[in-house]
């Protein structure tokens, strides 16, 4: 409020809460009275929490073979409101459909887990991803978790072209460790990592390359069995 000519002195007075979803649910307002102990001096005012606060926070969803069978674990840091998260399947990466579902549990540090019967399935590789849906009806997807299904050495570089974090996926058949190392085009290494791979499909990130020229980069993968794997890596900025 702005007075011309303001009281020279203010009273106290009470703030009420007038109710309305708050931070995480479908609507993100509350509207609040201020009473003051004078018979001149009354606001409402409403506060518009959206975007503060996400049902979901610290989500990190993983996913690798053992056998015929895929095992999807995920944990959050917190969540609120959420009712339950369905996985996904996809054998393309673009049609996903749910394959099993758990409910939230509601708390902080939360963990689940599923396990995904694959026998049967003849494709290389399987997608998954999560649904995630609060008690008011609204939906959110996780990121996609691609697991190979081939027994021998495979790799999937995603996004590529990138711009900062380079998705590196891979699949062994025996526990080892694997040197990956980034290539600019006159042949100096610009990113190494060391990585120990488990034998099952993961994930590995390269990160940091936001800070890499505009350009085309070599990956190789060199694993203690003695096989480099290479792949070309566009940078954009």
Do not use: C
Request: charged share 15%.
């Amino acid at each position: 409020m702005n007075y011309i000519n303001p009281p020279s002195t203010f009273a106290t007075g009470t703030l009420q809460d007038g109710g309305g979803a708050i931070p995480g649910s479908a609507v993100h307002t509350r509207t609040y009275t201020l009473t003051a102990n004078r018979s001149d001096l009354s606001a409402n005012f409403t506060k518009d929490f959206s975007g503060l606060v996400l049902p979901v926070s610290g989500l990190t969803f993983t996913g690798h073979r053992n056998s015929n069978k895929v095992v999807l674990d995920w944990k959050v840091l917190t969540e609120y409101n959420v009712a339950s998260y369905e996985v996904t399947r996809s054998l393309n990466g673009t049609d996903f459909n749910m394959v099993g579902r758990q409910f939230a549990v509601g708390r902080a540090d939360a963990s689940y887990s599923f396990t995904d019967d694959i026998a049967g399935i003849t494709v290389d590789k399987l997608y998954y991803r999560l649904r995630m849906t609060d008690k008011d009806g609204n939906v959110k997807l996780s990121n996609v978790v691609l697991v190979h299904l081939n027994k021998s050495e495979a790799v999937t570089i995603y996004p590529n072209p990138t711009s900062s974090v380079l998705n590196i996926s891979i699949s062994v058949a025996v526990a080892q460790r694997a040197e990956m190392v980034l290539y600019n085009s006159t042949g100096q290494a610009v990113k190494r990592q060391l990585v120990n791979l488990l034998p099952a499909s993961q994930t590995i990130q390269l990160k940091g390359l936001e800070v890499l020229a505009k350009g085309q980069y070599e990956l190789f993968i060199k694993l203690t069995n003695g096989k480099t794997i290479k792949q070309k890596v566009i940078v954009l900025h």
